[in-house]
């Protein structure tokens, strides 16, 4: 079974300009969240997509946003880009709506952003 | 609201030595996570802890859950290098789609 997946890997921008980033779920899960782990600022939750709805986001500006498709893969866009956004985004995704329940959350391998 | 702390932040152990990580977190919480983080790579989950007096082994590490003092640990016996990474505790609560993270603790085992 594919895990979740995610693109690019690397990710070179110059500060102004957008960013996009994509996520595949594991098969069957339809909730998909974004983390950003930036240095010295730890984990910290973006969004939460499930259904095809922004359910939960965490506290960053609107210029952070995404949406989600019908066959729940997601993609966060970054306006705007400002350097403190170089930082490794995390999808994750899980089996139960809102929660990793008893299966807890799996971790794509990320896409490192760097904003110059 | 649901904040999670871990202590401590950096572990430098021996090799063969036992230490434990511990986690504590603020309010109510329904699940409690853990998971490993290799330099510049993705959290590999490692346990999933329900429900007060959970218990879980997988090889040197094993993880517990006190719900009344809200806290869970994460034991390591015998450390081998292949153990260091960093090691975060997260909390969950009802679903709400966000997880809280600790900092993380930074283990590096030496021979």
Known sequence: EAGVT????HLIKTRGQQATLRCSPISGHTSVYWYQQALGLGLQFLLWYDEGEERNRGNFPPRFSGRQFPNYSSELNVNALELEDSALYLCASSLYRGT?????????????LTVV | ELKVEQNPLFLSMQEGKNYTIYCN????????YWYRQDPGKSLESLFVLLSNGAVKQEGRLMASLDTKARLSTLHITAAVHDLSATYFCAADRGSQGNLIFGKGTKLSVKP
């Open chain 1, 6 to 9: 995610q693109s690019p890997t």
């Open chain 1, 100 to 112: 990793g329940g008893g299966y807890g959350y799996t971790f794509g391998s990320g896409t490192r």
């Open chain 2, 25 to 32: 977190y603020s309010t109510t919480s329904d699940r409690l």
